[in-house]
T-cell receptor, first 113, second 114 residues
Framework: EAEVAQSPRYKITEKSQAVAFWCDPISGHATLYWYRQILGQGPELLVQFQDESVVDDSQLPKDRFSAERLKGVDSTLKIQPAELGDSAMYLC???????????FGPGTRLLVL | DAKTTQPPSMDCAEGRAANLPCNHSTISGNEYVYWYRQIHSQGPQYIIHGLKNNETNEMASLIITEDRKSSTLILPHATLRDTAVYYCIVRSRRLNNYGQNFVFGPGTRLSVLP
C-alpha cells in the first residue's frame, strides 16, 4: 500500500539554527499539505500545494517558515531561524485531488533547545 | 475553529464495541463527516467518511443521524491496538471550495482496557 514518506523522523536543533523537513507524497497525488501539531492538540494546517503552486499559506509564519514543491512532487518545509516554540510534530499529507481524502505521513518530531 | 464536538476521553473493554460520538450540529448539505485516528507519536490514520448514509469498511462503521447533526464511529471488536485519539471532522468536497480544509479539534482519547 502506497504511503507518504517523511524525513527525518526526529530532529533536535538549537534555537536560531535552520531546519528542513522533506515529504514525498503518494504517487499521483496532486495536493500536498503540511501540518504542525503541538503536543496535546490536533494538527493545524500550515500550507497547501496544488501541484507546484501554493493555494493556501494563510497560517504559515512567513517570517521564518518557507515551503516549496518545485516539480509538483516532493516538498520541503524550512524553518529559519528556529525558535523554542517551534517544537512540535510536523506532518505531511497528500490527496489525489484537493476534495479527496488526505493520507498522512509518519511525521517529523522537532525539538528546539 | 473545529465544527465538531467530541468527548475528551472514553474507555472501552477489549473485545467489546467502541462507540465514539460526534456532534456537528452546524453541518451543511455538502459537508462530509470524516474520521481519523492517531496512535501515539504516529501520523493520523484515515478510518472512514460519509455524507448521509451509513458506511462500513474493514476498520469501522459510521452511523450518521437522519438530520446529519451527529454521528457515531463504531469499532465492533476493540483491541488494545485501537487505543488512540480519534478525530471527527466535517469538510466540504465541492470542487470550487478552496480553503475548506480539515480542521482538527482535540478529538476523543479512547483507551481500550484489557
Amino acid at each position: 500500500e502506497a504511503e507518504v514518506a517523511q524525513s527525518p523522523r526526529y530532529k533536535i536543533t538549537e534555537k536560531s539554527q535552520a531546519v528542513a523537513f522533506w515529504c514525498d507524497p503518494i504517487s499521483g497525488h496532486a495536493t500536498l499539505y503540511w501540518y504542525r501539531q503541538i503536543l496535546g492538540q490536533g494538527p493545524e494546517l500550515l500550507v497547501q500545494f496544488q501541484d507546484e503552486s501554493v493555494v493556501d499559506d494563510s497560517q504559515l509564519p512567513k517570517d521564518r517558515f518557507s515551503a516549496e514543491r518545485l516539480k509538483g512532487v516532493d516538498s520541503t518545509l524550512k524553518i529559519q531561524p528556529a525558535e523554542l516554540g517551534d517544537s512540535a510534530m510536523y506532518l505531511c499529507a497528500s490527496s489525489f485531488h484537493r476534495t479527496e481524502t488526505q493520507y498522512f505521513g509518519p511525521g517529523t518530531r522537532l525539538l528546539v533547545l | 475553529d473545529a465544527k465538531t464536538t467530541q468527548p475528551p476521553s472514553m474507555d472501552c473493554a477489549e473485545g467489546r464495541a467502541a462507540n465514539l460520538p460526534c456532534n456537528h450540529s452546524t453541518i451543511s448539505g455538502n459537508e462530509y463527516v470524516y474520521w481519523y485516528r492517531q496512535i501515539h507519536s504516529q501520523g493520523p490514520q484515515y478510518i472512514i467518511h460519509g455524507l448521509k448514509n451509513n458506511e462500513t469498511n474493514e476498520m469501522a462503521s459510521l452511523i450518521i443521524t437522519e438530520d446529519r447533526k451527529s454521528s457515531t464511529l463504531i469499532l465492533p471488536h476493540a483491541t488494545l491496538r485501537d487505543t488512540a485519539v480519534y478525530y471527527c471532522i466535517v469538510r466540504s468536497r465541492r470542487l470550487n471550495n478552496y480553503g475548506q480544509n480539515f480542521v482538527f479539534g482535540p478529538g476523543t482519547r479512547l483507551s481500550v482496557l484489557p
